[in-house]
């Protein structure tokens, strides 16, 4: 199943490092049934667009959570294709839970901001919960930040990528 794991700059630090990566909870996103039946048109890839904008919104409340040091405040989520994943349509449609962690060689891709987001994100970062809680001005600025685009990395270009930041 090709499964979205929302993640850090850290994470993926760790990910290069390790080879492997445990995603927070083990929650990722993922083309399911639910989400499917939620809408009721769109292709194969304009719903993986879908799950990839909720880990990218995940992203942003691990970063909220996490202690990034000196790294830029990015955006980032894996694609990877893991054997195993079941769906939790009662946390929400595109929810998915690992059975265990990512290992470095089946993730497919990432996605990272580019540095132009990192005003965005860092003022979401600050929004992002009472967004959740419905105010709409946070929620304006969270948006602001899910309007920027993730770059698109391969999977072997993640020391590259690390490396430059």
Excluded: C
């Amino acid at each position: 199943m090709r499964v979205y794991v929302p993640a850090t700059i850290a994470m993926l630090q760790r990910l290069v490092a390790d080879q492997m990566l445990h995603a927070r909870n083990g929650t990722a996103f993922a083309v399911t049934p639910t989400l499917r039946e939620a809408y009721s048109e769109g292709d194969d890839d304009e719903l993986a667009e879908v799950a990839l904008r909720e880990a990218a919104l995940a992203s942003l409340r691990l970063l909220g959570g996490e202690n990034e040091g000196d790294l830029p405040p990015r955006r980032a989520v894996l694609v990877a294709d893991v054997e195993e994943a079941t769906a939790r349509p009662d946390l929400d449609d595109a929810v998915v839970r690992l059975a265990g962690p990512v290992a470095l060689a089946d993730v497919v891709a990432a996605y990272v901001d580019n540095a132009d987001a990192e005003d965005a994100v860092r003022a979401a970062i600050e929004a992002v919960d009472a967004a959740d809680l419905g105010d709409e001005d946070a929620d304006l600025v969270v948006g602001d930040a899910q309007d920027h685009d993730l770059a698109w990395y391969a999977s072997q270009e993640l020391p590259f990528l690390l490396e430059l930041l």
